[in-house]
């Protein structure tokens, strides 16, 4: 059994540690209903754009502006994984490059293989990953959490948007954490260029299309309505990353404060047992030495 002042020890270092994990909870917890509020305002917008983006596409693809929704064969990708800047947040991280190499290895093998696959990391973690994995980092954006705004996303996003009308890549995937609640994230990719065409519905045919009244002309509505959608999606992704990050620091930072709750009662029992065993022998060792006394 250990010392009592090696239990005293853990004891002390256990409490400190429970009282960081409930504050970082908490702090978790305040930023969570910041991010949590801000993609339930943007999240119905975002949608509505991207579902009048995808009928609008199909007009686009023999128009002269639709340079985003050109489909060309997938030579070269670009993989976009948003991660967080910082740890603590159970499995997070690990699970969105989990899912990136995963959809890496099914859907582009040969790209892979022909080294054709490239790498952007939106947060530090997903960005140290992809650097020990060696693989083709073509650049590191863990400056967007610093004030996180539409106007440093819609930069990247033209950055993105421009290399593929330049034919630097032919398919661009974001691979992310989409918030649902605090407790639950889910792994979402989602193709981000090539413009993709309109959903099948599970009749087999397209989802509906709608006759749009472009005013003032088509041409002018898709060059300014889809790089504007897509800087909007790109801000969507990544607000729900940042939700979703928080809300799995909350997690986890209670889960941590629990388990020390229950360690430092594990603790505290071992503490007083090792007290009454300590006791129970120095009154044995006085009544002995008196009987020795006595004798």
Do not use: C
């Not at 930069?155 to 330049?166: K, P, S, T, W």
């Not at 992310?176 to 990719?189: E, G, P």
Request: aromatic share 6%; no cysteine.
């Amino acid at each position: 059994m250990a010392s009592l002042k090696e239990v005293r020890n853990r004891i002390t270092s256990v409490s400190s540690t429970q009282q960081i994990t409930n504050a970082m909870k908490m702090v978790s917890a305040a930023k969570l209903r910041r991010a949590q509020d801000a993609i339930l305002r943007l999240r119905p917008y975002a949608e509505k754009l991207q579902e009048i983006l995808g009928n609008l596409s199909t007009s686009a693809e023999n128009a002269e502006s639709g340079v985003y929704t050109a489909q060309r064969e997938p030579k070269k990708v670009l993989m976009v994984v948003i991660s967080s800047n910082r740890g603590l947040a159970g499995a997070f991280n690990a699970n969105v490059m989990k899912e990136a190499r995963k959809i890496v290895n099914t859907r582009y093998a040969s790209q892979l293989a022909e080294g054709n696959v490239s790498w952007m990391s939106i947060g530090k973690k997903s960005g140290d990953i992809i650097t020990k994995s060696q693989f083709n980092l073509l650049s590191s954006h863990n400056e967007l959490f610093d004030g996180l705004s539409f106007e440093k996303v819609s930069l990247l996003a033209q950055r993105i948007m421009d290399g593929f009308v330049a034919k630097e890549f032919d398919r661009v995937e974001i691979v992310y954490n989409r918030f649902k609640n605090a407790a639950v994230q889910i792994l979402t990719t989602e193709q981000f260029l090539p413009v993709p065409p309109p959903v099948a519905s599970s009749e087999g045919t397209k989802s509906q299309s709608f006759d749009y009244i472009f005013e003032p002309d088509q041409q002018t509505i898709v060059e300014e309505l889809i790089p504007k959608s897509l800087k909007t999606q790109l801000y969507k992704a990544i607000l729900d990353s940042f939700a979703a990050e928080h809300g799995a620091r909350m997690t986890a930072m209670n889960k941590a404060t629990d388990n020390a709750r229950e360690l430092l009662k594990e603790l505290r029992l071992t503490y007083n047992k090792a007290r009454q065993a300590s006791i129970t022998n120095e009154i044995l060792e006085i009544v002995g030495g008196a009987e020795a006394l006595n004798g």
